[in-house]
């Protein structure tokens, strides 16, 4: 469980590109065309920080995406630790 967010849980997904080929019509070609779609790997921005308590008196490292520490900012360091079950 290396690329998993402590507070949220959000993990790397699997998402598709569509890949094209031929030349546009603009550059002289006849047009790009849909060919087919390739898997690819959509990881979370995982940031790993110290996080000061003030209820506790102490700072706790957390490994969370970064729309996690928004959260955190929002709503409290203690209130949104205790509610992922992190202290």
Known sequence: MARVCS???SKVRVGRKI???GLAKKKGGIGRHVTKTVKRKV???LQSKRVWVPELGKH???KASV?????INK????ATLKKAGLI
């Open 67 to 71: 729309k996690a520490f928004k959260t």
């Open 19 to 21: 890949h094209r080929s």
């Open 75 to 78: 709503n409290g360091a203690y």
């Open 7 to 9: 507070i949220r849980g």
């Open 60 to 62: 706790v490292r957390v």
């Open 43 to 45: 990881s979370p921005n």
